[in-house]
């Protein structure tokens, strides 16, 4: 049986590096015979704010419901987004809170144990960043990551999510942009078995 792979790219250009390795992973991910889908959140038309945190339901838009049955149905999820101020970009983050929620993604039993609603499926992060991969991890501890891998994702149930680091990609040659590239088609070919 095929896998089901969702790729989330968090940058919300459509000119951008991240969305040629979210095409470069797809390219890899459906040679080795993967079904993928591709959610560019930058494309949405959602409002990205958590108006009432957790105290009042807010209706999903269409989009959003589209994209919970996509995450739902995949086995796998690849989040590609880049690192502004140590973190992801606002779009993804008002993605994830209107997305992961109570009763969604994770729960409580009558025990007030947590569920986790989305056992069963692995994630790849992929990311980029200005600044050297090195320093990010050293200096910044691998912020945006850590939070994202066990602050959301395994909190959900999600496990052996894996993470790429591409650095000082400012600075990148066109030649170093095509051997990244590359890098993420073969994880995608890989990822797919």
Not at 80 to 92: D, R, T
Request: aromatic share 10%; with cysteine; proline share 3%.
């Amino acid at each position: 049986m095929a896998k089901n792979i969702l790729i989330i790219n968090g940058h919300p250009n459509k000119d951008s590096l991240n969305y040629a390795i979210s095409d470069a992973y797809a390219k890899g991910a459906r040679e080795n015979g993967a079904n993928v889908e591709v959610i560019n959140i930058g494309e949405l038309k959602f409002n990205p704010n958590l108006a009432f945190g957790y105290q009042k339901e807010i209706e999903f838009e269409e989009c959003l419901t589209d994209a919970l049955a996509k995450i739902k149905e995949a086995n796998h999820l690849v989040f590609v987004f880049p690192q502004w101020w140590g973190s992801y970009p606002a779009i993804m983050k008002g993605f994830i809170d209107r997305l992961f929620l109570p009763k969604i993604t994770f729960g409580h039993d009558d025990h007030g144990n947590r569920v986790k609603l989305l056992r069963g499926k692995t994630a790849r992060i992929i990311t980029t960043m200005g600044q050297p991969v090195w320093y990010y991890r050293l200096v910044y501890c691998s912020c945006a990551t850590v939070q994202l891998k066990r602050g959301t994702l395994r909190f959900c149930g999600i496990e052996g999510v894996k993470a790429t680091y591409f650095g000082s990609i400012a600075k990148a040659s066109r030649q170093r942009g095509e051997e990244i590239l590359k890098t993420v088609e073969a994880i995608g070919l890989k990822e797919a078995n």
